[in-house]
């Protein structure tokens, strides 16, 4: 009977603290899904864009292409980090040849994704992706103090005819008052990468002479 009564109490012992054990699960970080990136990888956008010129009553320009960035090798910078050589080609409205535009760069660490184009270094998201989060986009660069931060994280939102699941939205900017309006935003869908960006850059609002430019690129295929 005493052998019996060991043989339970041993059983409830190592079942509660087995099961103890599995309560406890590792936390899985997914920030970086928000920005994947390899060789091979493509991302082809729409982009529509408004052209004010300034000049008194003229009719603003508005121009609609498509814009595809390819991921063509990786290589080492100048502090040791593994970066991504990114070419950018553009096809024109009822064009059938993409065009070559430029070459830029972009790199992934633990902590952060830059983006180096026109030799402009900027932090464009800064990981782990946290609610309410705010950094200096600039700080890797001489152009000065840029507020960026997460306005939203996490959220299911849908850009153009496609619904994502997680997506993290960035304000990159922001500075409007009754004459001008200055903005720009991102959003990076989870698996996918940049899926929209905005951006605005208006002055003499409402009036006759309004110049600056927006415009808006839509995500319309991801290839890996």
Same mark, same amino acid.
């Given at each position: 009977?005493?052998? !019996?009564? !060991? ?49 008194? =009553? ?15 090798? #990786?290589? %080492? &910078? ?6 991504? #050589?990114? +070419? ?10 993409? /065009? ?9 660490? +633990? ?7 026109? &030799? ?17 986009? =600039? ?6 103090? !840029? &507020? ?6 996490? =959220?299911?939102?849908?850009?153009? %005819? ?8 960035? !304000?990159?900017?922001?500075? #409007?008052?009754?004459?001008?309006? *200055?903005?720009?935003? +991102?959003?990076?869908?989870? @698996?996918?990468?940049?899926? /929209?960006?905005?951006?605005? #850059?208006?002055? @003499? /609002? ?10 808006? %690129?839509? /995500?319309?295929? *991801?290839?890996?």
């Amino acid at each position: 009977m005493k052998k !019996i009564v !060991i043989a339970l109490f041993l059983a409830v012992f190592l079942g509660f603290f087995g099961c103890k054990k599995n309560v406890v699960e590792p936390q899985i970080d997914i920030s970086t899904k928000y920005v994947p990136i390899d060789s091979g990888y493509s991302w082809t956008y729409r982009m529509d864009s408004i052209v004010y010129s300034g000049f008194a =009553n003229a009719k603003p320009d508005t121009f609609s292409y498509k814009v595809k960035n390819t991921v063509v090798s #990786r290589f %080492l &910078d100048n502090v040791g980090q593994i970066s991504f #050589r990114i +070419e950018k080609w553009y096809l024109p409205q009822g064009g059938k040849t993409w /065009l070559y535009a430029r070459t830029y760069s972009e790199t992934q660490t +633990e902590l952060a994704y830059f983006r180096n184009d026109f &030799d402009h270094k900027q932090l464009v998201v800064s990981l782990p992706v946290l609610e309410d989060k705010s950094w200096d986009g =600039n700080l890797y660069n001489s152009s000065g103090f !840029i &507020d960026f931060y997460y306005e939203k994280v996490h =959220n299911s939102d849908s850009i153009g %005819l496609v619904k994502y699941d997680s997506v993290c939205t960035i !304000i990159q900017d922001e500075s #409007r008052n009754a004459i001008r309006s *200055f903005y720009a935003i +991102e959003k990076y869908a989870a @698996n996918v990468g940049l899926v /929209l960006k905005e951006t605005e #850059r208006l002055e @003499n /609002l409402d009036m006759p002479n309004q110049k600056g430019y927006k415009y808006q %690129l839509t /995500l319309l295929e *991801f290839e890996h």
